[in-house]
């Protein structure tokens, strides 16, 4: 039997060999994943929830808490770091947060908890069984700061519509980067801090200057740049060497200079 320490050396030398971006990879790692841990083991090992980051999660075998058998020994689910680490310190009583792509709700379950009755916490989730979890688990934390939408975000469905504001904006819509971004304008003339997930080969323009030269237009001077698996921000000084990274990766742009952890 496939251990679990042999699971995550395969998984991480994946993603260190640059092959873990690529969706066939994640599929099969996923399945062997599902393959020798079985669900029905999962939930005797951790029950019908756990909890991540301080908030209660329903354990499912397609949302986050189905891997923590395998990542446990890492303190994080690897790679969304260093996005949710940043983003966790920048999370304040009484701040506006929106999440697009927010899936079963890790970033928007800990916004909640931060932001506090003060804030105000705005999700949205196109997949419908993901967002049936989402709204499971954020009646499961008893969270009434939580705004949440079944639907994906993009320039027809726009997210002006919705909010009026925000300082924080998270997206993960899956090569919609450039469609989101655009129909964020009244959103966008503030001053958000916006972390973004990019998906060069499924973005409909192939072309991710776009989301760059739009970002500029609205004034956002100061970009990070950081890979899916890496462990640091790196100042984007010339947007062309952010280009030339073909693979999935995330970005963290402002109109202020911020140091990042």
Not at 11 to 22: A, D, M, V
Not at 118 to 125: A, I, L, N, R
């Amino acid at each position: 039997m496939i251990s679990k320490l042999l699971l995550v050396k395969v998984g991480n030398l994946l993603h260190e060999k640059g092959l873990g971006e690529y969706p066939v990879f994640c599929k099969i790692f996923s399945f062997l994943t599902k393959l020798r841990i079985p669900y029905f083991l999962i939930k005797l090992a951790y029950g019908d929830m756990v909890e991540i980051d301080g908030v209660k999660m329903i354990c499912t075998p397609n949302n986050f808490p189905s891997f923590i058998h395998i990542y446990k020994g890492t303190n994080n689910i690897k790679h969304e770091e260093p996005a949710f680490t940043h983003f966790k310190s920048l999370l304040k009583k009484g701040i506006v947060v929106v999440d697009t792509g927010a899936g079963t709700g890790r970033f928007t379950l800990k916004a909640c908890k931060e932001v506090g009755e003060e804030g105000k916490v705005y999700s949205f989730e196109a997949n419908k069984k993901r967002f049936l979890i989402l709204q499971k688990n954020i009646e499961l934390n008893g969270f009434k700061n939580a705004n949440i939408f079944n639907i994906g975000i993009n320039d027809k469905n726009k997210l002006d519509s919705f909010v009026g504001f925000a300082d924080i904006i998270l997206m993960d819509v899956e090569g919609k980067e450039l469609e989101t971004l655009k129909g964020a304008d009244k959103l966008l003339s503030g001053k958000p801090k916006i972390i973004c997930e990019i998906h060069p080969q499924l973005l409909s323009t192939k072309d991710h200057s776009e989301i760059y030269n739009l970002l500029a237009a609205h004034g956002f001077t100061v970009i990070y740049f950081a890979e899916m698996w890496g462990e640091k921000w790196k100042k984007v000084k010339d947007v062309k060497d952010a280009l030339k990274y073909d693979k999935i990766y995330q970005i963290f742009a402002t109109k202020e200079d911020a140091l990042l952890n």
